[in-house]
């Protein structure tokens, strides 16, 4: 085949997909919210553009009518698709292959492997992501103030606020990635023989923990499948779009942290 046979091809196929239609995906995000990353990675390997709109929670942009109108929930990441409007990132993670991958291979349809794609994905949302967020997010999530809210929204409070860590939280951390630990022993890859939708959200959720200094060397395992996640995806801008912006997030962690010691 060659050069314009190809490009015919791959111009027929998303038309395919796409039901004929070629109209760009809008994601409402913040590029710093790990959720927002685990999309724009995968966007990058489907090499699939989208329509980028910034929200600012801290001037309550979600909160807008039109915003909740699309979305009730009001959170990030958001995604319309001509007029399909998903969030939950991994719900979307699972949409964008199925409707703009060229084979299955990040989300396999063999059945047994999906299953395990499912669980790891879950995994990730229900557990490892979830006892992240439960240890570095301040207990102020449970008061009602609108700037609480806002700062909930992104899912990160104690780094604007300062709000002491709950060390008791942070064992049970430890005791998921743990798991995770226990889940790669023997696999090069989390859920299939090579790398899935499953290994992209647990490597954004561990770089994060990593960029917050969460010691991983007790987990041989989880080191040596992080390296080798980050060596796959370096082609697709991993170090712009989900390294730096974690190193941000911790950054500012650690700079309200210390401003919080010194009060």
Not at 4 to 25: A, D, H, N, Q, W
Not at 56 to 77: R, T, W, Y
Not at 139 to 161: D, G, H, V
Not at 183 to 197: K, P
Request: aromatic share 10%; proline share 5%.
């Amino acid at each position: 085949m060659n050069q314009t046979e190809r490009i015919v091809t791959e111009f027929v196929y998303c038309l395919l997909v796409s039901g004929g239609k070629m109209t760009t995906p809008v994601l409402y995000y913040l590029p710093p919210s790990p959720p927002c990353r685990s999309i724009l990675l995968l966007a990058k390997m489907l090499g699939l553009d989208f329509e980028l709109k910034i929200v600012n929670i801290l001037e309550g942009e979600q909160l807008k009518p039109d915003f909740v109108a699309m979305n009730p929930q009001h959170c990030l990441p958001t995604m319309n698709d001509e007029g399909l409007v998903l969030w939950e990132s991994r719900a979307i993670l699972s949409y964008l292959v199925a409707a703009y991958g060229k084979s299955d291979e990040l989300y396999p349809t063999d059945i047994r492997v999906r299953a395990l794609v499912d669980q790891r994905l879950q995994f990730d949302l229900g557990t490892l992501y979830q006892r992240l967020t439960d240890y570095y997010v301040s207990t102020l999530r449970e008061q009602q103030s609108t700037i609480n809210i806002l700062l909930f929204l992104l899912q990160f409070p104690t780094m604007f606020i300062g709000a002491p860590l709950d060390e008791g939280k942070r064992a049970r951390l430890t005791e998921a990635v743990g798991w995770l630990n226990a889940i790669l022993e023997g696999r090069e890859f989390a859920a299939a023989d090579h790398f899935t939708i499953a290994d992209l959200t647990l490597l954004v959720t561990v770089s994060q923990l990593e960029a917050f200094g969460l010691e991983l060397k007790p987990y041989k395992h989880v080191r040596s499948w992080l390296e080798r996640c980050k060596e796959h995806m370096a082609p697709y801008d991993y170090e712009e779009l989900n390294a730096s912006k974690a190193v941000m997030l911790a950054d500012m962690f650690k700079a309200k942290m210390n401003l919080a010691a010194s009060t």
